[in-house]
């Protein structure tokens, strides 16, 4: 994996080591959560992903400040759910794990963001190359209107200009592993806004693995969307562990309760614990986590 | 607190016919002189209509057959293209600078405030612009330099419909293909510029279509001619000289000419206005 050049990753990906898990699991919670997140993820690995590493990560917008220091370990290959009630920062520390945070006007943020310990944010990495390697799943389904369904699927490999690949195959591909093929083979030419609101969030998840990434991050990828369309994307989120490391950001606790392997808590910009999924809802270390999971406020 | 009732009273009822008349009163006013014009337009201009009408130049005699507005409508045609292909590139380009790469510079607030002022400047100053500055002692009058003036005045109109139409498309497209690894010129071309192009090119065509009727512009710059030219080089010939000319003759069949031609400016300024309008409908679907 090579962020700092925008050359075309058109051939096979090369294999990546996952790092060892920690052997010893320490006091501290992070490594806790590593170490629970090494015991969930007992799945079928078929793409071995980066371990994605947030180091003292801070942001603002203007002179407002959304995170203030967070140290988060996101588990390769894992599930990894972010919760918090809104405003919490927790959409805006995912944006920054693939710069997309950098977008909005004002906005800037420190800290160091690694994927098997390449920087993101070092001076040599290309702010394209980063995103090629970390796709990004919005709330909204926002696929091009201007384009059909295989066009879709293959905008994004048009869009970083890759060659050399067969774009039939890659979006057969990319539309089977986000569950969306059998519905629309006969009928890849129709317009993408066309579909229903779950299948075109599928579309955008398609979409977004077309380009072969190695993280996916979801921002609350249902909430716009029913509860049928939600189970399909949730199964379809577990499926994906076996390629992608992949962080979810969720209004929702049943839902990182179903998908996640570990889940992180946040409040007012400030990580409050990181740990199992099960252990966070049941068993929590921190009693402002207790009182959220409960519903005592947020 | 009084029983309930759904009825209304008369005072309330007699009030609302009142105003209802007055609207209408008001917009039947507003169409007296638009039904006018166009009838007169109509009833003058459709008896100078015919095959040669449009197929000949006009002969610059006193005496004898004027000849039709051929070299006009080509004149009009070619002009306006001109400045098309001259202001919808730089005005887009305008646009997309301060939709999507510009922000909120003090710099793009300049331009932007610049582009409103431009908007508002009278035609007969930039034709009086171009005088000064490509006809005097710059080889006289041509049409390139009509077509310039023309430019300029639909420069700030594309400019300032393109930002319109290029903040509607959801800043969500761009942000999925910024995710995606798109670099940002890239983002415009294959995402911005297809999603907007329906409104775009209903702003141009409306520019296109106003500028098609200026007088102004042209007046001391491309002048008139009456052979039918393609030289940019030299006098063009324009629809809207033809009848500033036409109309000032002592000579009915003169001013019957200016009517047709008038009829026929307005014929084909109304088909490309049809032309936008159809073109902004399919983008809403």
């Not at chain 1, 009182?291 to 947020?298: A, I, L, R, S, W």
């Not at chain 2, 201009?45 to 057959?65: E, H, Q, R, V, Y």
Request: glycine residues 10%; aromatic residues 6%; charged residues 15%.
């Amino acid at each position: 994996m090579d962020l700092s050049s925008t050359e075309d990753r058109s051939g096979k990906r090369a294999a990546t080591q996952i790092p060892a898990a920690p052997a010893a699991a320490g006091s501290s919670p992070l490594a806790a959560a590593a170490g629970a997140a090494a015991r969930t993820s007992s799945h079928e690995v078929t793409t071995p992903a980066p371990q994605v590493n947030v180091e003292g990560l801070r942001s603002w917008y203007g002179e407002q400040q959304a995170v203030r220091g967070v140290d988060l370990r996101f588990a390769a290959n894992a599930v990894t759910a972010i919760i918090g009630p809104s405003g919490c920062g927790k959409s805006t520390l995912l944006r920054c794990i693939n710069r997309m945070h950098e977008e909005i006007p004002g906005a800037r943020a420190e800290g160091r963001v690694t994927l098997d310990g390449l920087d993101v944010y070092a001076k040599e990495s290309d702010v394209v190359a980063v995103r090629r390697a970390i796709g990004m799943v919005f709330q909204k389904p926002n696929p091009f209107p201007t384009m059909s369904i295989f066009d879709n699927v293959a905008a994004g490999l048009k869009l970083t200009g890759t060659r050399g690949v067969d774009l039939r195959d890659r979006v057969e591909q990319a539309l089977r592993g986000a569950g969306l093929w059998e519905e629309v083979k006969d009928r890849l030419g129709r317009q993408g806004i066309g579909l229903s609101g779950g299948q075109q969030q599928r579309l955008c998840i398609a979409r977004a693995i077309a380009v072969e990434p190695r993280v996916v991050l979801m921002d609350e990828p249902c909430s716009a969307l029913d509860p049928i369309a939600t189970l399909r994307i949730e199964e379809l989120i577990g499926e994906l562990r076996a390629n992608y490391t992949i962080v979810i950001v969720t209004h929702n606790m049943q839902q990182a309760a179903r998908v996640a392997d570990t889940t992180a808590f946040m409040l007012a910009g400030e990580l409050i614990e990181h740990t199992a999924t099960e252990q966070l809802f049941t068993n929590p270390a921190d009693e402002r986590t207790e009182q959220y999971v409960t519903g005592k406020f947020g | 607190m009084s029983a309930l009732s759904f009825t209304t009273s008369p005072r309330r009822r007699r009030t609302d016919a009142v105003m209802r008349g007055v609207l209408l009163a008001a917009t039947l006013v507003a169409l007296v002189p638009l039904v006018l014009v166009i009838y007169m337009l109509i009833s003058k201009g459709i008896g100078a209509w015919s095959w040669s009408f449009f197929t000949t130049d006009p002969t610059g005699s006193f005496l004898g057959d004027p000849g039709g507005i051929k070299s006009a409508i080509v004149g009009t045609v070619a002009m306006v293209l001109l400045a098309t292909v001259i202001a919808v590139p730089v005005g887009v380009g305008v646009a997309l600078y301060l939709t999507e790469f510009g922000g909120g510079s003090w710099f793009s607030k300049a331009v932007r405030y610049f582009v409103d002022v431009l908007t508002g400047v009278p035609s007969i100053v930039f034709g009086l612009f171009i005088y000064i500055t490509l006809v005097i002692g710059h080889g006289g009058f041509a049409g390139w330099k009509g077509s310039i003036a023309l430019a300029l005045l639909m420069l700030p109109v594309v400019t300032r419909s393109a930002e319109v139409v290029l903040l509607l498309v959801p800043n969500g497209l761009r942000e999925a293909a910024l995710a995606l690894g798109a670099p940002r010129w890239r983002v415009v071309a294959r995402v911005v510029l297809p999603t907007a192009l329906p409104g775009l090119v209903t702003g141009v065509l409306l520019a296109l279509a106003r500028a098609a009727g200026e007088t102004a512009p042209l007046l001391f710059t491309a002048v008139a001619a009456n052979a039918t030219t393609l030289n940019f080089g030299g006098r063009m010939n324009s629809l809207p000289l033809q009848i500033f000319n036409d109309v000032q003759q002592a000579q009915d069949r003169l001013v019957q000419r200016a009517w047709g031609a008038a009829l026929t400016l307005v014929v084909m300024i109304l088909l490309t206005t049809l032309i936008a309008r159809l073109a902004s409908r399919r983008s809403t679907t």
